[in-house]
């Protein structure tokens, strides 16, 4: 069974907005994902975007295509 939920961080501790019925001691997988940014901060959300780029490194297989003018491949 998988849930998406919503829940805020306070004093060290996830809580979640709505009851969730699961046992005891129940093991969950938590991914986090920011709803808003702190602050609206930009330079935040650079450093987001930085960690991305750090986890999944993009590489090219090949010399770049170069496009003319008319957005044309040449």
Request: overall charge negative; aromatic content about 6%.
């Amino acid at each position: 069974m998988s849930q998406v939920i919503t829940a805020v961080f306070e004093d060290g501790v996830l809580k979640p907005e709505k009851h969730l019925n699961l046992p005891a001691r129940t093991r969950v997988r938590i991914t986090v994902e920011l709803l808003e940014y702190p602050n609206g901060s930009i330079e935040w959300a650079w450093g987001e975007l930085e960690q991305l780029w750090d986890d999944e490194p993009v590489e090219a297989a090949g010399p770049a295509e170069s496009i003319d003018q008319s957005g044309q491949p040449r």
